[in-house]
């Protein structure tokens, strides 16, 4: 029996898998097994960054990261949680001056109810 070439579909899985490692270095771009391999670790470890990327922005805030954005819709400023996590990328400063000014704020509120 002669040889049957292979199918169109696994050679579509196996570019599929190439495109997605395509800005990787040396074999890791150009081997099967080994571009598979590369992709795991890469979605692991892009899954896992996620959540230290998380912890980090949270760490940023001076107080409780769920009150900062509590007090800043109390004060109806249009900041998500995406728009300050930009903030934070590009002007670390920026966002330890809006934390430090709704700190103020609300320290000073605070202060007068308790008298």
Same mark, same amino acid.
């Given at each position: 029996?002669?040889?049957?070439?292979?199918?169109?579909?696994?050679? =579509?899985?196996?570019? !599929?898998?190439? #495109?997605?490692?395509?800005?990787?270095?040396?074999?890791?771009?150009? #081997?099967? =097994?080994?571009?598979?391999?590369?992709?795991?670790?890469?979605?692991?470890?892009?899954?896992?960054?996620?959540?230290?990327?998380?912890?980090?922005?949270?760490?940023?805030?001076?107080?409780?990261?769920?009150? #900062?954005?509590?007090? %800043?819709?109390?004060?109806? #400023?249009? %900041?998500?949680? !995406?728009? %300050?996590?930009?903030?934070?990328? %590009?002007?670390?400063?920026?966002?330890?001056?809006?934390?430090? +000014?709704?700190? !103020?704020?609300?320290?000073? !509120? +605070?202060?007068? +109810?308790?008298?």
């Amino acid at each position: 029996m002669t040889r049957i070439r292979q199918g169109y579909i696994a050679r =579509r899985r196996r570019t !599929k898998i190439r #495109l997605f490692a395509s800005s990787f270095r040396g074999a890791h771009s150009r #081997l099967t =097994r080994t571009i598979t391999q590369q992709k795991i670790r890469a979605l692991v470890s892009a899954h896992r960054d996620r959540g230290s990327q998380k912890r980090n922005f949270r760490r940023l805030v001076a107080y409780s990261y769920s009150r #900062l954005i509590h007090d %800043l819709s109390t004060r109806q #400023l249009l %900041l998500n949680r !995406k728009i %300050l996590a930009q903030i934070a990328i %590009l002007n670390r400063n920026c966002l330890y001056m809006i934390s430090n +000014e709704i700190i !103020k704020e609300v320290g000073c !509120k +605070e202060s007068t +109810e308790i008298i």
